[in-house]
């Protein structure tokens, strides 16, 4: 089945992925990529941060350690995008809150990583070829994360190890 590897994400409650649906259909297929296949509205979700292959067991001790407790984070996602040469189409925004920042680079930091920057995003669609996409603005859709998640990841399947609560 393949090595397990882990993020962090938040996955979108039912009213967000509705919202995220008609947004993506604001767009006509004809401005997809050559190939594209849209992401299952299921799997939509926010990585936080990526940990590859680790011990879960580690993992989990490690945010209870460096848990904050809840603390509510609300997202505003406004434009749609591509990464990887074109590969991938999203929707996201263009900062991430303060809170969400620190918080990250505080964990990465615990590993000695230097926190890259981070950009608030759903992958929507996936191509096997790139091809050319400029961003576009979006009416604004926002999201207040109710909970974070540690995910297993592994031969293209989604586990929820555990879950801790952002809004009390």
Do not use: N
């Not at 680790?54 to 001790?61: A, E, G, I, W």
Request: aromatic share 14%; proline share 10%.
């Amino acid at each position: 089945m393949g090595e397990r590897r882990f993020f962090f994400a938040a996955w979108p409650p039912t009213d967000v992925l509705s919202a995220l649906r008609l947004r993506l259909a604001q767009f006509h297929q004809r401005d997809w990529p050559p190939a594209g296949r849209c992401e299952l509205p299921q799997r939509w979700h926010l990585t936080l941060f990526y940990l590859g292959a680790s011990d879960p067991t580690r993992l989990q001790k490690r945010l209870d350690d460096l848990w904050p407790g809840p603390f509510p984070i609300t997202l505003g996602f406004d434009r749609i995008g591509a990464f990887k040469g074109g590969r991938v189409l999203w929707i996201g925004g263009q900062e991430a809150p303060s809170a969400l920042t620190q918080w990250r680079r505080g964990w990465l930091a615990e590993d000695g990583v230097e926190a890259s920057p981070f950009l608030p995003h759903v992958t929507l669609l996936r191509s096997p070829r790139p091809w050319s996409w400029e961003e576009k603005s979006i009416e604004p859709l926002y999201w207040t994360l109710q909970e974070l998640t540690l995910v297993a990841s592994s031969g293209g399947q989604y586990t929820v190890l555990r879950r801790w609560p952002m809004v009390s």
